[in-house]
């Protein structure tokens, strides 16, 4: 069964820095991955899909195969970046998610 | 609705007592799903519909677990007899057709305790 491994917790930073969520997943085909966020007091929202290769609020996600990873970066964080991180795989055509853990991430002034 | 809608937002419940969580999904939805989150963990993976038929329901975690949906509207999450393990978050999650690719837009939860 695939399975979504975030290995933090807990990721605190200060302003300005750079920030890696990682994120490594386990699945013999090719998977689609997600990253999820959910801000305090709101609800768990979409922030960005691999497929699509964008860039949302300056966070990218590259999908490498080989090391089976889907890390989230951002070069310089923000204290509104402060949230929870949720790493996602869907499998190729089958719809529903497997979601990891998750990380949460303070971004300190 | 505009979102995700579900209730009740918080239910306290006895131990034994039977619980129904309800969804009401965005209008054109096809796709529902449910999810669990208990405390410190992740997002467990309940049961699937696609309009009213669930493809997969193998998330359940016992026969004491059952779901229903009309067409393509409300679902109710049923939990029989519940047990103090059934406390968490339960989330509901809809999508355009039956794609992850659309992304899922999610319910405010309903938080169970199981006192």
């Known amino acids: 069964a695939q399975r979504v491994t975030q290995p933090e917790k807990l990721l605190s930073v200060f302003k300005g820095a750079p920030v890696e969520l990682k994120c490594n997943y386990s699945?013999?085909?090719?998977?689609?991955l997600f990253w999820y966020v959910q801000y305090s007091r709101q609800r768990l929202q979409l922030l960005l899909r691999?497929?699509s290769r964008e860039s949302i609020k300056g966070f990218t996600a590259d999908l490498n195969k080989g090391e089976t990873s889907f890390h989230l970066k951002k070069p310089f964080a923000q204290e509104e970046d402060s949230a929870m991180y949720y790493c996602?795989?869907?499998?190729?055509?089958?719809?529903?998610?497997?979601f990891g853990k998750g990380t949460m991430l303070l971004v300190s002034p | 609705g505009a979102g995700v809608s579900q209730s009740p937002s918080n239910k306290v419940t006895e131990k034994g007592k039977d619980v129904e969580l309800r969804c009401d999904p965005i209008?054109?939805?096809?796709?529902l799903y449910w999810y669990r989150q208990r405390l410190g963990q992740g997002l467990e993976f309940l049961i699937y519909?696609?309009?009213?038929?669930?493809?997969?329901k193998s998330g359940l975690p016992s026969d004491r677990f059952s779901a229903e949906r009309t067409g393509e509207s409300v679902s109710t999450l049923t939990i029989q007899r519940t047990q103090q393990e059934d406390s968490a978050v339960y989330l509901c999650?809809?999508?355009?057709?039956?794609?992850?690719?659309?992304?899922?837009?999610f319910g405010s939860g309903t938080r169970l305790t199981v006192v």
């Open positions: 996602a795989l869907s499998i190729s055509g089958y719809s529903t998610l497997t």
């Open positions: 209008s054109g939805h096809t796709a």
């Open positions: 699945y013999s085909g090719s998977p689609e």
């Open positions: 519909f696609q309009g009213n038929s669930a493809p997969d």
């Open positions: 999650a809809s999508s355009l057709a039956g794609g992850a690719n659309y992304g899922y837009t």
């Open positions: 691999h497929i």
